[in-house]
């Protein structure tokens, strides 16, 4: 299941960036006391207690401005508010009740979201305890008094937040179908390929970049057992994004990689990998989902005896984060090679929930070890006491050692070199986490 998404809304100056930036730990919202700096919506993932969501920092709503800036402004906050499962409501005790923080609550009401309402500026709630009373006239619940600067009242803000949450333990009983989310930059044909292997025209295909605004869940059955095909929006580079619905498309195909099982990354043959395609490739790779790169329009390449071969290195230059993904080269026009599509997607399936035994897996470790002695700096060498698989989807494999610091990463790789070689883990990311012996027994 995806994260829930928290959109931070409210007019501008009311001090959302400041709030944003506290929440993320880190300043990626501009903080400015200027009215209408924030003018694009910025998301960063925030934990609080034992639930992990996405926040949506937006610019100011003006409802009645007809300032093309602050037009744009209303507009993407509205569609973060589509976009949000949750909505904070941020208002200034400094400037007091406005008609505007009236009309706005008006619109929250009409989003049918649930919504929390933030009283900002609040430094000393004894002396501006009145000032926060007032919002109550709003209409909209019980105002939470905090102080985006100061960094206090947030716990009782976000744990109001957290309560309209689905429920964890409802989400866990979801069924187990594989969730295949298809992913790219616009118009590489990822429509088109579920129209394929659908074998009917469930999504619209259009040559217009961006015709997919939102993620849309196919279910597809091939021999007896059923895909759930994700589509969603492309993804452009952020200096191309444009449009407001395209930025809500961006974080609602986060959010499909996030729920998915395997992600695959439709490339333009003809256009050639891009930087683009890696940073969505990224994406996946962080999350730690199975992961293929679909070579879309194959068939309109000129080609020689070396083609498939040149265009494999260079995304393997390009991904050399992600070295271990499985490559196909299709045509959604053709149908060319879309069957091993499946093939690829049981393949990364059966690889991300593979368990190793903890004795098979010290085996491998021990002739790893007698092959290539582990590193050793300052006459203190490493020593590696044994290993264990902890998790799958991904496999994440837990190593005791002597001494963290000694653990170097090229080590690392060529220990995960090892168990790739012994166990087919193909188009899946590998985890380790080095643990100190003497920390276990403590």
């Known amino acids: 299941m995806s994260k829930p998404i928290v959109a931070v809304v409210g007019r501008p100056n009311v001090g959302k960036s400041t709030f944003f930036n506290a929440l993320a730990g880190e300043k990626i919202s501009i903080v400015k006391d200027t009215p209408g700096v924030t003018r694009d919506r910025i998301y960063a993932d925030v934990s609080w207690l034992d639930r992990d969501f996405t926040v949506i920092d937006t610019g100011g709503i003006e409802p009645e401005s007809r300032d093309i800036i602050l037009s744009q402004m209303r507009e993407q906050a509205m569609i973060a508010m589509e976009t949000a499962d949750v909505i904070i409501f941020m208002t200034d005790a400094r400037q007091g009740l406005t008609d505007a923080d009236h009309e706005v609550a008006d619109m929250l009401r009409r989003s049918k979201k649930p919504v929390v309402l933030a009283v900002n500026k609040i430094d000393n709630f004894k002396k501006q305890e009145m000032d926060v009373y007032e919002f109550y006239n709003l209409g909209l619940g019980e105002p939470y008094p905090i ?3 100061g960094k206090s009242g947030f716990g009782d803000l976000l744990d109001a937040v957290i309560s309209h949450f689905p429920d964890m333990n409802a989400a866990e009983e979801e069924d187990d179908t594989p969730k295949i989310a298809v992913v790219g930059k616009p118009n590489v044909g990822k429509s088109s390929i579920i129209n394929r292997l659908t074998g009917q025209n469930r999504v619209i295909v259009s040559d217009i970049a961006g015709t997919t605004r939102d993620a849309i869940d196919t279910v597809v059955r ?13 993804l452009r580079r952020k200096s191309r994004v444009t449009e407001d619905i395209e930025r809500y498309s961006t974080i609602r195909t986060v959010s499909a990689i996030e729920r998915c099982d395997v992600a695959v990354v439709v490339i333009d043959a003809v256009e050639g990998i891009t930087e683009q395609d890696a940073k969505i490739a990224g994406i996946a790779h962080n999350e730690g989902k199975g992961l293929i790169i679909a070579v879309n329009k194959w068939d309109a390449v000129s080609k020689t005896d070396h ?24 045509s959604a026009l053709t149908g060319q090679r879309l069957p091993k599509l499946f093939e690829s997607i049981d393949r990364v399936l059966s690889a991300s929930t593979l368990r190793i035994q903890t004795g098979v897996l010290n085996e491998i470790l021990t002739d790893a070890m007698a092959m290539q002695q582990p590193p050793s700096d300052k006459g203190r060498r490493l020593k590696i006491y044994y290993m264990t698989q902890a998790a799958v989807k991904p496999p994440t494999f837990v190593i005791f050692v002597n001494d963290k610091k000694l653990m170097h990463f090229s080590y690392t790789r060529y220990l995960e070199n090892q168990i790739r070689e012994a166990f087919d883990y193909a188009g899946t990311s590998i985890r380790f986490i080095v643990r100190e012996k003497e920390d276990k027994e403590k």
């Open 147 to 149: 102080s985006s600067e």
């Open 222 to 234: 091939r021999r007896d057992r059923e895909y759930v095909f994700i589509d969603t929006a492309g």
């Open 307 to 330: 083609t498939m071969k040149e265009f494999t290195d260079k995304i393997h230059s390009t991904l050399s984060f992600a070295y271990y993904a499985e490559i196909i080269f299709i």
